[in-house]
Every structure is written in C-alpha cells, then in structure tokens.
C-alpha cells in the first residue's frame, strides 16, 4: 500500500510541476518598420508587381479570383518571411482555399520551411491568414540547384478553389515581408555573375564578309566541299542504307522463281 501511495504522490508532483512550467515562446509575427509608408497597389503579373521592402506593410482592395503580385529584393544571408491576412466584408456561399506563393527572378517557386501557405476557409468566417518562411539566401549556389540567391522576389497571392457565385466578392489584403540579417559569409562563397538567362548569347556581324578574318591555314583546303557531318548526316546515312538493305531483301523473297 505506501507503494502505491509513493507512486501515486510522484504521478501527482510531475503533474504539477508541468503545469506550473512556464510555456514556450510564441512564433513571433513580423512588425512594420517604424516609419514606414503603407502601400496600396498590388500587380497583377510578374512584370508588373509592385515594388516594396521587408517591413513594409501592404493593404489593399480586391476581389475574389483576382491574382496579386509584389515583389522585393534579398540579400544573401536574410531569412523572409511572409505574413497575409485576407478578410472579407460580406459572407460567401462556400469554403474557398488560398496561396500564397513565392518565386526568385527565374520564376523559380521557391518552398516555405513555415507557415500557413495553403489554408481553407469557411464561407462564414471573416478572415483568413496566410504565411511563408522562406530558406536563408545563400551566397552562392550549384547552377542546377534551386536554392535561394540573392536578387528579386516576387509573392503571388490567389484563391486556387471556390464556389464560382463568389468570384468578384470584396476582399481586404494585408501583407508584410520581414528579413533576418544572418552571416552572408556563412556559405564561403560569392555569387560571381546574376543567375538569369542568357537574351543576349551571340552578336550580329555588320558589314562585307570578305572583310572577315581568314584562317590561318595556308594552302588550299580540298575538304571545303564536304558537308559537316553532323549527326543528322549520320542517321539520314545509316537510313538511307538501312532502307536499300531492307528493299533488297524483300525482294529476294518475294520475287517469283520460274
């Protein structure tokens, strides 16, 4: 009996100390800078998102159905994150599902480590929040990896479901990026040249190509005539025999003997 009386006094003392513990430290949500002006106009494609920077806050009119586009500049070593808040004034006929998403200045979708990024709401609530933590911008990345570099941001958000008697209802959006200064340095490395496509890969040459420089070889080049042989030589070749092979032999065996 004082067994199980010790044991059960030992299950009391652990339940209460557990909940006399302190609780963990909320996710802090990111504040505008002091100062800061309000923007209140939203793109609605890549190429003309509006312009802003980390802590400063967004509010804006819509309508459902409507795509909103911003975009803001990184450095190598911050952290982003993305916050949203989308309230609707009137009540809608059905449950709608949002997104916000986040791409670099390819157009590349980049993933959130944290965050509300794809929530559903109810047709009867008020509001909905929406956010993204972005990775940490490196300094320097492999040309086939998609990690963050440093450069231009863009964040779309949209409705992806909901009833079609909703579209075009009022929304109100509120948004605001914030940015963690880390060690640019971390990566031990340097982003030598802007990761974007090459528009520019040759230059068209003006004026007579007799003026072009010649080779350096002296001497005729009795090879000038041949075709390069390319591999689309090489297969029509090897078509053109395999075809004559294939004819010969169906005729072999079809031809009437007397």
Known sequence: MRTRST??????LAVAALTLLPAGPAAAQPTPSPGATTV??????????????AGQPVRVGGALGDHLYWSFPADAGQTHEIAVTVTFPKPRT??????????????RRQACTAGAQTPTVAGSAGSVSLGCTLRRVRSWAEPWSA??????????????????????????????????????????GELSTPLHPNTKAGQILTGDPAALPADDDDGWDWTGWLPDLSSRWI????????????????????????
């Open 7 to 12: 044991r059960a006094g030992a299950a009391a």
């Open 40 to 53: 209140t106009t939203a793109g609605t494609s890549f190429l003309t998102a509006t312009g802003i920077s």
């Open 94 to 107: 059905g449950a709608a599902t949002w997104t916000v998403d986040v791409f670099d200045g390819l157009r």
């Open 147 to 188: 990690d963050p570099l440093p450069g231009t941001y863009y964040v779309r958000l949209s409705v992806v479901a909901l009833p079609e008697p909703d579209l075009g209802a009022p929304i109100d959006v509120d948004l605001l990026v914030s940015a963690d200064d880390g060690d640019a340095g971390a990566d031990e």
């Open 235 to 258: 297969w029509t070749t090897a078509g053109g025999v395999l075809a004559a092979v294939a004819s010969i032999v169906g005729f072999a065996l079809t031809r009437r003997r007397p």
